[in-house]
């Protein structure tokens, strides 16, 4: 109930200030051009880690060179 409040006081004050909704439309403006920036961070991160854990597999395995990992 506090959370819908919340949006419906900011939505007021958007209405009323028009500075505040400058920063509201900026601030909606970055976290739209920061989204692709993310997912991108994200597949890299995945990607070492799956780089990582071919890299370190035979470790997991009961003899060497043998592929025993469920993440794979």
């Known amino acids: 109930m506090l ?3 919340s949006f419906n006081k900011v939505f007021y004050f958007i209405r009323i200030y028009d500075s505040l909704n400058f920063i509201c439309t900026m ?3 970055i976290v739209r051009e920061l989204l692709p920036f ?3 961070v994200t597949v890299v991160m995945f ?3 799956k ?3 071919v890299q370190h597999m035979s470790v997991n395995g009961e003899e060497y060179g043998r592929i025993n990992n ?3």
């Open 38 to 40: 993310l997912g991108f």
């Open 70 to 72: 469920k993440f794979l």
């Open 3 to 5: 959370l819908i409040q």
């Open 27 to 29: 601030s909606f403006l």
């Open 51 to 53: 780089l990582n854990s």
């Open 47 to 49: 990607g070492i880690v």
